[in-house]
């Protein structure tokens, strides 16, 4: 029985020991406006292995990162990007821009590799972001960008009838 009572301890303390304190779950919150689904791209850095220059200004898509992406149904908003962070600025700690890109969802049908959607570059909008920009933004970004994205950097840039 002396076992059990020592094991039953040992799972209680394990237990209240919980998460490491300070580290929290963040996401980001993206909303389409168009009528289609559309894929969300970023890379980060792993684990803070890759120096900075192997993301921006490289503006490949998923450039020496780890390549995550999440579908966001037309119409719709949904959380991209998770972070296990102690606050949101953390984000920036290796990076100075996040790049986001903003692809059809048709086209990563169409694109079996990587390298092929690179050489056609073929993606809806590219958000060229900063910490300030992500602020300013509330964490949470749209597409087509909304009135509050116009002086951020985006390739294409926003079209007068988008402001």
């Not at 980001?28 to 406006?33: A, G, L």
């Not at 292995?49 to 998923?62: E, G, H, M, V």
Request: aromatic share 14%; proline share 6%.
């Amino acid at each position: 029985m002396k076992p059990i009572k020592y094991m039953l301890i040992i799972c209680f303390i394990s237990f209240l020991q919980g998460c490491p304190s300070g580290i929290k779950y963040y996401s980001c919150k993206f909303i389409n406006k168009s009528n289609y689904n559309i894929v969300v791209s970023a890379s980060f850095p792993i684990d803070g292995l890759l120096p900075p220059t192997a993301l921006y200004p490289d503006t490949s898509i998923a450039a020496g990162g780890d390549p995550r992406i999440w579908t966001v149904k037309a119409n719709s908003e949904s959380s991209i990007f998770e972070w296990n962070i102690e606050k949101r600025e953390d984000v920036f700690e290796k990076i100075d821009t996040l790049c986001v890109f903003v692809i059809h969802e048709d086209t990563i049908k169409k694109y079996t590799y990587l390298d092929d959607l690179n050489k056609s570059y073929n993606i809806l909008r590219r958000y060229d972001l900063s910490l300030n920009d992500m602020n300013n933004l509330e964490w949470t970004l749209s597409y087509p960008p909304d009135g509050r994205m116009k002086y951020m950097k985006m390739y294409p840039r926003m079209a007068v009838n988008e402001i």
